[in-house]
């Protein structure tokens, strides 16, 4: 390792620099050169070694949240090596460090907090934004995850707790998408929180005030962004865990402006669309002819309407014809023009209909071919669905996309039981494998992970100006057609996260063409498209 690498630092500040320290693996020439002799044991170990003394002190935690804490506290001494151990075993791993860990850790947040990480911009700093920025010590930012805790998962507004998602999806950009993690920032807006649990709490790590008015609040957000556009001249911001109003709003707002993406609604509709179209390799049928019917209207549920109707249009229907494939049911019923309470943004998907506060009914009449569950409420998905569902269709397709497990819609023994076996059935969180009849299926995880990691690693090799619904329908057609047909006849939509790094290469590759095609990419295309990408791509080593 060259005095390059250690940024002219000696001795202990090596050692207490994630980035830098590679702990018992300093060679006895580094150890002399740079004034490590003494500060570490005297063995010289390999990384695998290492590894396998992490895998082993893992296993005397009792729960994944204290796998978790453990984790996060390798990470904090020593990046290389937790990354090391997230990449080695990402089936195993990615639930921990993430959904569904990550919900229990965010809730008890202020308890388990050891140091921070990320950076905090806080409402009452108004107008120093970009000052703050620059006391970030990396000056080439390229991704910001940035959330203002206001829906955390289905968990609702946690405020700062919710720092905890963008520190856990940065880290599976670099575990699973391979972006370098010195390039990743992980940013929580303070603006308060009405959660008055949090407020009546005496470790809670946030600004004790409620919410600000929605105008205030997006003049904060306008400063932050356009701060980033002079602070970090290549990022790109991917807005994490807004309410539903807020996420829609704040991605019309910007995303013809600066680079920026909304990985609620455009992440959830990529993985979504890429378990509809693997679906649609068993039923023989195709996407612009089937009719989808939404429990759930908010930022997920119209983020996924809309990247659908993209992909219709794509496939030869007018934007009419294709919205008019979508309808949509929420906590008051179906979405129609009669009803008083609906968004602008929720408008083209109100279609003519009687008026109906029964979910079964509406699927008597509307005969989806798919219904699609973002609605945070567990066992929505009744018996009487399901069996409905079947009766209209051979295969019914059966998204269950909220999380964590307890707001599934209906699990996937519930699926697979209720449609005797017929159910092309994802859901937002992992269920084990179920037996019916004879057969063995495993359900799939309609992940965002397998879409967010490729899009950032395009984004960052190419270093797009900006983000369009072509990437997200791109990269579902990439995940699709990695699916195998095995896997499909198996109730697999998505492919196995065993392998989940090469998939988001081969993701990324398809992504960043579609960047050069359109004109977005900062960098000249490259002849070889595959080897520019794989270029890019991290490796955990010393």
């Known amino acids: 390792m060259s005095d390059i690498s250690f940024k002219g630092k000696r001795g202990i500040d090596i050692l207490h620099d994630p980035a830098m320290n590679k702990s018992t693996a300093f060679t006895e020439e580094e150890r002399e050169k740079f004034?490590?002799?003494?500060?570490?044991?005297?063995v010289i170990e390999s990384e695998n070694l290492q590894l396998r003394r992490v895998m082993q002190q893992l296993e005397h935690k009792s729960t994944d949240l204290e796998r978790y804490i453990y984790l996060i506290s390798l990470l904090d001494h020593n990046e290389t090596l937790f990354y090391r151990t997230i990449m080695s075993d990402p089936v195993r791993f990615l639930p921990i460090v993430y959904d569904p860990t990550i919900a229990e850790a965010c809730l008890k947040f202020g308890q388990i907090f050891r140091r921070?990480?990320?950076?905090?911009?806080?409402?009452?700093?108004?107008?120093?934004?970009?000052?703050?920025?620059?006391n970030w010590p990396v000056k080439d930012v390229r991704i910001i995850c940035v959330t203002d805790g206001g829906r955390i998962l289905g968990l609702g507004d946690l405020g700062a707790n919710g720092i905890g998602i963008p520190i856990g999806k940065l880290q599976l950009y670099t575990a699973v998408g391979?972006?370098?993690?010195?390039?990743?920032?992980?940013?929580?807006?303070?603006?308060?929180?009405?959660?008055?649990?949090?407020?009546n709490d005496p470790l809670y790590l946030g600004l004790r005030q409620s919410r600000p008015s929605t105008e205030e609040l997006y003049a904060f957000v306008d400063e932050f962004v356009n701060a980033v556009q002079d602070v970090f001249a290549l990022c790109c911001i991917h807005f994490e865990d807004w309410t539903g109003n807020d996420a829609i709003n704040l991605l019309a707002r910007y995303r013809n402006q600066v680079c920026c993406y909304n990985d609620d609604m455009q992440g959830t509709a990529a993985i979504a669309l890429a378990g509809i179209m693997s679906a649609l390799k068993v039923t023989g049928h195709k996407l612009k002819d089937q009719r989808i019917l939404f429990l759930g209207a908010g930022s997920a549920g119209i983020g996924i309407a809309n990247l659908l109707v993209t992909?219709?249009?794509?496939?030869?229907?007018?934007?009419?014809?294709?919205?008019?494939?979508?309808?949509?049911?929420?906590?008051?019923?179906?979405?129609?023009?009669?009803?008083?309470?609906?968004?602008?943004?929720?408008?083209?998907?109100?279609?003519?209909?009687?008026?109906?506060?029964d979910f079964v009914t509406a699927i008597l009449?509307?005969?989806?071919?798919?219904?699609?569950?973002?609605?945070?409420?567990?066992?929505?998905?009744?018996?009487q669905v399901?069996?409905?569902?079947?009766?209209?269709?051979?295969?019914?397709?059966?998204?269950?996309?909220?999380?964590?497990?307890?707001?599934?819609?209906?699990?996937?023994?519930?699926?697979y039981n209720w449609s005797k076996g017929k159910a092309l059935y994802a859901a937002g969180v992992q269920f084990p494998p179920v037996q019916?009849?004879?057969q063995t299926f495993l359900p799939g995880q309609a992940n965002n992970s397998y879409v967010f990691p490729a899009i950032g690693m395009a984004i960052y090799a190419t270093q797009a100006k900006r983000v369009i619904d072509e990437m997200f329908?791109?990269?579902?057609?990439?995940?699709?057609?990695?699916?195998?047909?095995?896997?499909?006849?198996q109730g697999l939509l998505f492919p196995l996260q065993s392998n989940i790094l090469e998939i988001e290469i081969n993701t990324a590759i398809r992504v960043a063409k579609v960047i050069f095609d359109h004109n977005l990419a900062r960098v000249p295309q490259p002849p070889d498209l595959e080897a520019f990408i794989r270029s890019y791509v991290y490796k955990p080593e010393y």
Do not use: W
């Not at 008051?332 to 009687?354: C, M, T």
């Not at 295969?395 to 497990?405: G, H, K, M, V």
């Open 386 to 415: 399901v069996e409905v569902m079947s009766d209209l269709n051979e295969r019914p397709i059966i998204f269950a996309l909220s999380n964590p497990t307890d707001h599934a819609e209906c699990s996937a023994q519930e699926a």
């Open 436 to 438: 019916y009849d004879g």
């Open 473 to 489: 329908t791109e990269a579902a057609r990439a995940i699709s057609d990695q699916v195998t047909p095995d896997q499909i006849n």
């Open 311 to 357: 992909a219709m249009v794509l496939e030869g229907l007018s934007l009419k014809q294709a919205q008019a494939q979508i309808s949509m049911f929420d906590v008051n019923g179906l979405l129609e023009p009669s009803r008083k309470d609906i968004f602008d943004f929720q408008l083209p998907y109100a279609h003519p209909h009687e008026p109906t506060k």
């Open 116 to 134: 921070p990480r990320g950076m905090y911009l806080s409402i009452t700093q108004k107008g120093r934004v970009k000052e703050i920025l620059r």
């Open 365 to 383: 009449s509307i005969k989806p071919n798919a219904i699609i569950g973002v609605s945070t409420v567990g066992k929505a998905f009744t018996q």
């Open 35 to 42: 004034g490590l002799v003494g500060l570490v044991p005297d």
């Open 178 to 199: 391979g972006v370098p993690p010195q390039g990743l920032l992980p940013l929580y807006l303070d603006a308060g929180t009405n959660n008055q649990t949090l407020l």
